[in-house]
């Protein structure tokens, strides 16, 4: 099976590179090509689309920093009829979207120093603030979050990709 991965991914992170060895060693080609979405799909089966992100912090990002423009790719995945996963890779054992809620944060953590330093900035959005976007997402535009540990990513990947419509 071929695999297409975005050019925009950086291949030289290992987490990357960790997915990418794994389908070569199930005997998966591998190539890179501009993805209007996502980060993986199966050519000729675009309808289904997996977007990784290396941990919460970067989904945090995309969700709070950079919403409009994850927003929109969002909207253009469901416009276009693609079935958009985000699989988020960690270590703090969120396996499921309300996990997201015992994630510690790293932005909330920088904050409270700045506050013992006397430096006053905006505080960061809370884990409960950045669950409800994740369940608006959902609703609105059909995206779906995962979360796995980077080893396994490359395997959840591949199944997402070639589950039928049946299996659904």
């Keep these: 099976m071929i695999i297409q991965t ?6 030289n ?3 990357h590179k960790i997915k990418e060895n794994y389908f070569k060693s199930k005997g998966h080609t591998v190539i ?3 993805m209007l979405v996502g980060d993986y799909c199966i050519p000729g089966k675009g309808n289904v689309v997996v977007d990784t992100k290396q941990s919460p912090t970067e989904l945090y990002g995309n969700l ?3 919403h409009i423009r994850f927003r929109n790719e969002c909207i253009t995945a469901m416009e276009c009829n693609i079935k958009l996963y985000i699989l ?9 979207i309300d996990d997201i809620l015992k994630w510690k944060n790293p932005q909330y953590y920088r904050y409270q120093k700045d506050l013992k330093k006397g430096i006053k900035r905006k ?3 809370s884990n409960q603030q ?3 976007i994740m369940y608006s997402m959902q609703k609105k535009y059909g995206v779906e979050f995962l ?3 980077t080893e396994v990513a490359g395997e959840i990947i591949i199944k997402l990709l070639t589950e039928t419509e049946d299996e659904k």
């Design 6 to 11: 975005d050019t925009r991914q950086k291949m």
């Design 13 to 15: 992170q290992k987490h």
């Design 32 to 34: 890179h090509s501009k």
């Design 64 to 66: 709070i920093t950079d």
């Design 88 to 96: 988020i890779e960690n270590k703090d054992n969120i396996n499921c």
């Design 123 to 125: 505080p960061p959005a």
């Design 130 to 132: 950045l669950l409800k």
């Design 147 to 149: 979360f796995c540990k």
